[in-house]
């Protein structure tokens, strides 16, 4: 297919295709004295954000509603896919596209920093010539036209960097805390003057969901030890590599801080064997997989096997032997599947049912889960102690309908385990 290509300059503008249902804006540089952290800032008509949820960068990629998008590509471009749709029938007037350098130098050093907008058969580009001595630049707005949507061409610079331009665009600072924010790789730093205040970490967002999600179940006031635990077979490789591990573990981390009587998270990797990492808040999450257990390894490490047992096992240990207590506990079990030890797998989860231990299995991708499968159908146990679901790709699943379905079997165990004693008030 032939582009349709129209260039822009600043101030002027385009329609987009109108026939298109979907838009794909990118943002990019050729050189960059630091890394670019790109942003979305979805307003009103009043030019605000109607709540910060529809400011989208790395450590928030969509809008509650999925309209927008982020993907980061690299250090220096990522991409936003727009529902065309679905942000001509909300409240959204425009979504007003920015980069900011996380790191010294001015959008004076950048070279070759452009926007573009696909849609359809038609891009629209727009190339930064104007030499902007500020840290922060609005590149463009992709406004409502009618029943169609323009791009409009802006290259305005903001002083201060990303709390100015926040502010700007109605995301609340709060001028005297101090902050973390998280560019494309994935690097949490303690921020500058110029950007402290923004508290926005990728886990304080994630808390936000969760509660959400507690209090939809009423679990708002309990408080649980919480555990996650990671395959790391040797069918795992990819999804280690691809950093979708370290992902999850943020997303349960998140749990850990808002539900554990001390926010700390328990975390075990198995294999054919199985170890006890060290334990984590939500202020040592960046890099963990990668400085833990960055993945699968069949000599010097656990193995390339899955020996669900093992770690079973030490976990029931742990918590009822070596460390016993009157708070519930909560475990999140990660495994790609290859399940096969059934008789073991079950008599474990059959001698934990008398103990105050819930086991929130999730499969990662479409596999051969075993008895996991059949979980409500396992008879013996003294409560029902454990749910399971599978998902086919965990980076495609929002942070809403994750905590939903984490939280959907454990309350009716709550009661249940009240009810015959294992969990006392």
């Not at 926010?263 to 808040?281: E, Q």
């Not at 934990?352 to 409500?376: C, M, P, T």
Request: aromatic letters at 10%; charged letters at 25%; glycine letters at 8%.
């Amino acid at each position: 297919m032939n582009l349709n290509i129209i260039k822009l300059v600043s101030g002027s503008n385009a329609k987009l295709d109108e026939a298109s249902s979907r838009a794909v804006v990118k943002i990019s540089s050729s050189t960059s004295p630091a890394e670019l952290d790109i942003s979305c800032f979805m307003v009103g008509e009043n030019g605000k954000v109607p709540a910060d949820d529809y400011f989208i960068f790395y450590n928030q990629p969509a809008d509650p509603g999925r309209i927008v998008q982020f993907n980061a590509i690299d250090k220096y471009s990522g991409e936003f896919a727009i529902d065309l749709r679905a942000l001509q029938k909300s409240a959204i007037d425009k979504c007003v596209f920015a980069a900011t350098l996380d790191g010294p130098g001015t959008f004076a050093d950048v070279r070759g920093c452009r926007i573009s907008a696909e849609a359809a058969d038609t891009e629209l580009v727009y190339e930064v010539t104007e030499s902007n001595a500020e840290t922060s630049l609005v590149l463009a707005e992709l406004y409502r036209h009618g029943d169609s949507f323009k791009l409009r061409a802006v290259g305005r610079g903001f002083h201060g960097g990303l709390k100015p331009l926040a502010e700007a665009h109605g995301v609340e600072v709060e001028e005297e805390a101090a902050a973390a924010y998280s560019g494309p790789s994935g690097r949490v730093a303690e921020e500058p003057a110029s950007r402290a205040g923004l508290n926005l970490t990728k886990i304080d967002l994630l808390k936000e969901k969760v509660g959400i999600s507690l209090r939809k179940q009423n679990l708002e006031q309990e408080k649980a030890r919480v555990a996650v635990v990671f395959d790391a077979s040797g069918s795992m490789s990819n999804l280690y590599a691809k950093g979708v591990v370290q992902r999850a573990f943020e997303r349960i981390l998140a749990v850990a801080a808002s539900m554990d009587d001390d926010g700390r998270l328990d975390v075990w990797f198995f294999a054919t064997k199985s170890k006890r990492m060290p334990s984590v808040d939500e202020h040592g999450y960046e890099d963990y997989v990668k400085k833990t257990y960055p993945g699968p390894k069949m000599f010097g490490g656990l193995g390339i096997g899955n020996n669900e047992p093992v770690v079973m096992a030490d976990i029931i240990k742990k918590y009822t032997k070596e460390e016993p207590g009157a708070l519930p506990v909560y475990i999140v079990f990660f495994s790609d599947g290859g399940i096969y030890e059934t008789p073991k797998i079950s008599k474990l989860l059959i001698q934990s049912s008398k103990h105050n231990i819930f086991w929130q299995f999730v499969g990662l991708g479409n596999a051969d889960y075993g008895v996991l499968r059949e979980l409500d159908d396992l008879q013996g146990r003294h409560v029902d102690n454990a749910d399971f679901f599978a998902l086919d790709d965990l980076d495609e699943v929002s942070d809403e309908d994750l905590y939903d379905r984490l939280f959907n079997e454990y309350p009716r165990w709550l009661r249940e385990a009240r009810e015959k004693g294992v969990v006392r008030s």
